[in-house]
């Protein structure tokens, strides 16, 4: 039984460590993606306040190519949105996984524990007889001197 919960151990910490790399490489791809629609976000505004400025000449071909450049900004902003949707409900999974395997590994842990516990109260109790039995005898000796 002990070898047994000492192997599962074993395992759920393999299980736990592997949860928590596959969380860390979720959340690294998911700054990412967010780095991503930041820039968007800005390269968008930055195109706004040159707009507004006027410092696109106001020709009317460079208007137009301004305005498409915007339109595909926002067509990337709403594809990169969504990626990052994606991505925070793989962070949120990864993170699940990770506390489910961090409380198997603790019951397990816990069980090992009191395994544990028990031998050590039993071997206490085994020293307390082998102790009375001994007393018992020198009592005896001394009764029958």
Known sequence: MGRGL???????SIEKR???NSFAEAERV?????DRVITIEQQME???VAEALGADGGQACWVANEHAWRIRLEGDLRREVTVLERR???VRARRAELTDADRAHRVVESAIERQEA??????RRA????LDALAGVRWWREEHR
């Open 118 to 123: 028990e031998a050590e109260l039993e071997a």
């Open 30 to 34: 998911r700054r990412v993606q967010e």
């Open 6 to 12: 000492y192997t599962l151990e074993r395992v759920r």
């Open 127 to 130: 020293d307390g007889r082998r």
């Open 18 to 20: 592997i949860a928590k």
């Open 88 to 90: 925070m409900t793989e």
């Open 46 to 48: 930055a195109s706004r």
